[in-house]
């Protein structure tokens, strides 16, 4: 089945208000910069939206943070978007903080059909005890909070019940896809989206190459095409943004020269 289409905003057309969508990437690498453009650029509002984090303030999930159609973010590291603190805090938007391998793991159980899990991360902490706050009210109060989680014990040590997330859409970002959907990422972008891929129940690729059916070594296919709907061509060489740009000073003179190991001098 050739699973490719013409154009972004005809694979996100039929995301309606209120959606739960899943979607891919981490900081500002390998998110589906095309595809959240395409939903900034319609109506759509009430989003509910789990991914690792919000984007930066004009770019990524940030877009539509701004455009204030993003209502619940499930996410584990939400630092670097200044308007998404604004929000939070002043009670715009709903946030549910769980701790980043809980977040992967659900998204994964959520794409092969495990319903809950337990996990010893956040025992202990206000994750189990309940407390955090979801929604603040315009004042700073707290209008939600979160509840206590179920726990278990296993082997003498005491596990919290985590359950799993679906959504109804999920929007990855691949180096390569075949027309069959089966999906090749690069290096750190195979963190979050394959697993948000399997958690979407439509989940639309961008692809910054497409190659026939076929094509792709099966032994190099990171995601297969039976959890993918849609794929969208975007241009590799549009502009890839960088969250937190780190560079070390160059060195010079007698600072650059690298001696060689004992072992190695004659």
Same mark, same amino acid.
């Given at each position: ?9 005809? @694979? ?7 959606? &739960? ?11 589906? +910069? ?16 789990? +991914? ?21 973010? $499930? ?8 308007? !998404? ?12 903080? =769980?701790?980043?391998? $809980? ?8 794409? =092969? ?7 010893? @991360? ?23 909070? /979160?509840?206590?989680?179920? $726990? ?9 019940? #985590?359950?799993?997330?679906? @959504? ?11 027309? %069959?959907?089966?999906?090749? !990422? %690069? ?11 399997? &958690? ?36 590799? +060489? ?7 740009? $780190?560079?070390?000073? @160059?060195?010079?003179?007698? #600072? &650059?020269?690298? /001696? ?7």
């Amino acid at each position: 089945m050739d699973k490719v289409m013409a154009a972004a905003a005809q @694979a996100v057309a039929d995301i309606p208000d209120g959606a &739960a969508l899943a979607v891919g990437g981490f900081g500002l690498c390998g998110i589906p +910069s095309t595809l959240i453009a395409a939903l900034a650029e319609t109506s759509v509002s009430g989003l509910r939206v789990v +991914s690792n984090n919000c984007g930066v303030d004009d770019w990524g999930l940030g877009l539509l943070l701004r455009a204030g159609r993003i209502d619940r973010m $499930t996410s584990s590291y939400v630092g670097e978007n200044k308007e !998404f603190a604004r929000q939070y805090l002043s009670g715009e938007l709903e946030v549910e903080l =769980t701790p980043q391998g $809980t977040l992967a793991e659900r998204l994964r159980a959520g794409g =092969t059909g495990i319903p809950a899990f337990y996990t010893p @991360a956040g025992v202990g902490t206000q994750v189990e005890e309940g407390g955090l706050p979801w929604r603040h009210t315009p004042d700073g109060g707290v209008a939600l909070a /979160s509840p206590p989680k179920e $726990t278990r014990e296993f082997g003498g040590r005491r596990y919290l019940l #985590e359950e799993a997330i679906t @959504a109804d859409f999920a929007l990855v970002r691949a180096a390569v896809a075949d027309r %069959h959907g089966n999906c090749v !990422f %690069h290096a750190a972008a195979r963190n979050f989206n394959p697993l948000c891929a399997m &958690a979407g129940r439509v989940t639309v690729v961008e692809a910054e190459h497409i190659v026939e059916a076929g094509e792709l070594p099966p032994d190099a296919v990171h995601l297969p095409g039976v959890y993918v709907d849609r794929v969208v061509a975007v241009d590799p +060489s549009l502009d890839k943004r960088i969250e937190r740009r $780190t560079v070390r000073p @160059a060195r010079t003179g007698s #600072e &650059a020269t690298v /001696s060689r190991p004992a072992a190695e001098e004659k």
